[in-house]
């Protein structure tokens, strides 16, 4: 939150008032601000006042390398609206199988950029399913939570980060960019995210407490800190 730290301080800089009074309404419109063009942002996420990058639909290849072993990992990342993103991403994990892992994230009352993992091996689909249907407004609109569901197996990854991007890990990779063009969601080699400029995560009691019961119905009490 630097740079709202930055623009408070120039808004109450002297010596015009009235420049001060602009700019909190400005900055009042830019946090009401939900749709830009057709794009609708969850409550979870907002981008920068300058909007440096202005959100979108769409996807992008890219590859993660793992620091250990060195490995070369083919990734899709995503983004899609709020209308459709928790169907888009109920679509994408039980592309995954009958049986997955999960991984609950939480950045809940840290003061740092860390967040804690909450690990669950071997939950049914329709189990897993069932819950996260009914804690969809928390996984939606909650900048704190995030969560990965995966298939060691395959190896493949769903993950639905606190940001609210979709990130696809492992390969084949078809099979995902079909569920994401079936839903009108398109590559975009040159398409940027929220995450490459400032931007402000928001959550609230009543988020934490709903995330609280999310991680006792699935039974999580294994965590390490990233």
């Known amino acids: 939150m630097d740079y709202l730290n930055k623009f408070f301080e120039t808004v109450f800089q002297p010596p015009r008032a009235d420049q001060g009074n602009r700019a909190l309404n400005d900055l009042s419109k830019h946090l009401e601000q939900r749709f830009y063009d057709d794009f609708e942002l ?11 990058i202005r959100p979108t639909q769409g996807y992008r ?3 993660y390398i793992d620091p250990d072993s060195k490995c070369r990992v083919p990734v899709i990342m995503a983004s899609a609206s709020k209308e459709i993103l ?3 991403f109920m679509q994408l994990a039980k592309h995954l199988g009958q049986t997955v892992d999960i991984v609950l994230e939480t950045s809940h009352h840290h003061q740092t950029n860390g967040h804690v993992d909450l690990y669950r091996e071997q939950i049914d689909m329709p189990v897993l399913t069932s819950i996260l249907l009914e804690y969809e407004d928390l996984l939606l609109n909650d900048g704190c939570t995030g969560i990965a569901v995966l298939n ?7 993950q639905f980060d606190e940001h609210k991007l979709l990130i696809l890990y492992g390969s084949p990779l078809e099979p995902f960019e079909h569920i994401l063009e079936k839903n009108g969601i398109y590559c975009n080699e040159s398409i940027r995210f929220i995450t490459e400029a400032e931007h402000v995560h928001s959550s609230s009691d009543h988020h934490y407490r709903q995330f609280q019961n999310l991680q006792m119905e699935l039974g999580l009490d294994q965590c390490e800190k990233s």
């Open 61 to 63: 290849h890219d590859v």
């Open 86 to 88: 928790f169907s888009v």
């Open 152 to 158: 060691p197996a395959t190896p493949q990854e769903v």
């Open 42 to 52: 969850t409550d979870a996420v907002l981008p920068g006042v300058d909007l440096t």
